[in-house]
């Protein structure tokens, strides 16, 4: 599918892959979870807002580390907010909860939460200032926001070595949106990030290089199969006949091999950790 035609499909097949992929999904970002969470100082009275919360982790951890508060997670995905709902009956956690709402303009009870996170969740918005500030409006005075996001591709070997290597045989689309558009890389540029906080009312916008890998997989198979089954390279592969297709398989084996460690396999993936606060 063409660049300015491709979307991330939240509320259908993106949401539905990131369901059947939950735990490799958690798995693969479980370093940035715990800087996320150093960075966000989770206090036991906290009333915790996880925005873009998908499977619903990153709030189950929150509700923990609030043991005597709570945490809320919204998302698009009704699919992923199923398995967050399950997840948390599961682990028997009375002080969580999930809602479907569109984080930019939902309309949030004003002044109710000590803290807003999110893992990766905040890259999407179509005006990041106005989400940002609808946002805000939801936190207490001096209430606190903390969030990771990527930076800039071209710095990710998450996404630069499995294009490199399929890219001889397929056309992988790249990320939906520009540095400057709503997409994985909107908040990669700094100043983007300052500006954008800033003309939603946040001050002490503090910006933190994590240089964390994603790890796609105990083993090589693991992570071929991550790889794969990523819808934007899922799609172009499932056009090869079967000898180019294992050629292709066999590229990409090659080019994750120096990246497996006994930790896993892993791929530098640079993010920001984002924290701010609302006015007092
Ligand atoms: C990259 S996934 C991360 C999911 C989750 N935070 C995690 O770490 O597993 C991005 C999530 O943001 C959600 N999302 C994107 N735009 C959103 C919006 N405007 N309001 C609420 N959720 C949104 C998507 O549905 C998706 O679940």
């Known amino acids: 599918m063409a660049e ?8 259908g097949a993106t949401g539905d892959h990131w369901v059947a992929y939950e ?5 693969a970002m479980f370093r940035y979870s715990e800087r996320l969470f150093a960075g966000a100082g989770v206090r036991p009275g906290d009333r915790v807002l996880d925005i873009g919360c998908g499977c619903g982790q990153t709030t189950r951890v929150a509700a923990a580390l609030a043991a005597d508060g709570s945490a809320h997670g919204v998302d698009l995905s009704a699919a992923m907010l199923a398995q967050a709902r399950a997840r948390a009956a599961e682990e028997a956690i009375g002080n969580v909860s999930f809602e479907q709402a569109d984080a930019q303009v939902h309309d949030f009870a004003a002044g109710v939460y000590d803290l807003a996170i999110s893992r990766n969740g905040v890259m999407f918005f179509a005006d990041p200032v106005a989400a940002f500030a609808n946002v805000r409006r939801a936190l207490r005075p001096g209430g606190r926001l903390a969030f990771v996001c990527w930076r800039a591709p071209e710095e990710s070997e998450y996404s630069l070595v499995p294009r490199a290597a399929l890219g001889r045989y397929v056309t992988v689309p790249p990320s939906p949106g520009g540095v400057n558009e709503p997409g994985p890389n909107s908040l990669a540029d700094p100043d983007r990030v300052r500006d954008v906080l800033g ?8 910006l933190e290089p994590e ?4 790890n796609l997989g105990a083993g090589l198979d693991e992570a071929l199969d991550f790889v794969l089954q990523r819808p934007h390279m ?3 592969m499932a056009e090869l006949d079967a000898a180019t297709a294992a050629k292709a398989t066999d590229d990409l084996r090659a080019a994750l091999t120096p990246h497996v460690t006994p930790a896993g396999v892993l791929l ?3 993010a920001w950790l984002v924290t701010a606060h609302a006015p007092a």
């Open 234 to 236: 899922r799609e172009p």
């Open 199 to 206: 003309g939603a009312g946040f001050a002490d916008v503090h």
């Open 4 to 11: 300015s035609t491709r979307t991330l499909d939240w509320d």
């Open 268 to 270: 530098r993936s640079p």
């Open 23 to 27: 735990e490799k999904y958690n798995a």
């Open 211 to 214: 240089d964390e890998p994603m």
